[in-house]
């Protein structure tokens, strides 16, 4: 299906070094891409490159930079632009979560997650979408979540976050969409990753899981990757500003 074939393209997964990162970053070199892979670790990114290149045979860059400083966005992009072109496909995936009842949430804690969730997309996306423009085509997909449309106590500032990345996302399909530039967000459910280990093994809240959505289950981290292609690829050409929720059906029942 040449539509959806990413060879000759190069993508920058953020925050790619384990959990869905990794995963969409694995689906991106086996569509045929050329990918980056980022994070702040750089003994974890380089970890998860040889790792990737072992299970798919695929040319990975690592580079690691803080997504939160605009001046090491601007440096890390700058070494990317320089070994291999501004990249086609830009996945603003880098996030992070803390959990407090609302009155007793720390203020550095909001601070921290809108600006490893927000602000970093806004960044990241800003510098590589320069390059995109000078091209004329780019893909840029921002991670959101079920967060982005449902609350839940004890995360009130992570879903406000990805409520952001929604408007984010539609803002700039309107200033970028014009320049051939897509835009969209990829929105996951509930997914077992070493990061919710404790979720899912707490039993009741697995139990809830599979009540509250139709799939009657957690995600597996491959089942994203294949919303993520279409978005990353020629198919999706003429699909602009929209977030598509892989969430088993949590978000379309009550």
């Given at each position: 299906m040449s539509l959806f074939d990413l060879t000759g393209r190069t993508a920058l997964v953020t925050g790619s070094s384990r959990g869905i990162g990794s995963a969409l970053a694995q689906g991106l070199l086996e569509a045929g891409a050329r990918v980056v892979v980022h994070g702040r670790d750089p003994d974890a990114a380089q970890a998860s490159a040889g790792r990737l290149r072992e299970i798919t045979g695929g040319e990975v860059l690592?580079?690691?930079?803080d997504v939160t400083d605009a001046e090491?966005?601007?440096a890390g992009i700058g070494r990317i632009e320089r070994a291999w072109g501004t990249p086609d496909i830009?996945?603003?995936n880098a996030g992070i979560q803390r959990?407090?009842?609302?009155t007793e949430f720390a203020t550095a804690?909001?601070?921290?997650?809108?600006a490893t969730n927000l602000t970093s997309a806004f960044l990241v996306g800003q510098r590589?979408?320069?390059?995109m423009v000078t091209r004329g085509s780019g893909k840029i997909i921002n991670v959101g979540s079920v967060q982005s449309r449902l609350a839940r106590p004890n995360i009130t500032p992570y879903s406000a976050t990805k409520g952001g990345v929604v408007m984010l996302t539609q803002g700039m399909c309107a200033d970028l969409g014009p320049h051939g530039i897509q835009t969209n967000a990829l929105a996951p459910g509930y997914f077992a990753t070493e990061l919710t280990r404790v979720l899912v093994e707490d039993a009741d809240f697995s139990a809830w899981v599979a009540q509250r959505t139709?799939?009657?289950r957690w995600g597996q981290v491959h089942e994203l990757v294949g919303a993520l292609v279409f978005l990353a690829s020629s198919a999706s050409d003429y699909v602009n500003g929209q977030t598509i929720y892989v969430d088993g059906g949590m978000t379309a029942v009550v």
């Open positions: 690592v580079e690691t930079f090491a966005v601007d830009c996945v603003n959990r407090a009842p609302f804690d909001w601070h921290d997650l809108v590589v979408a320069r390059g139709p799939a009657g």
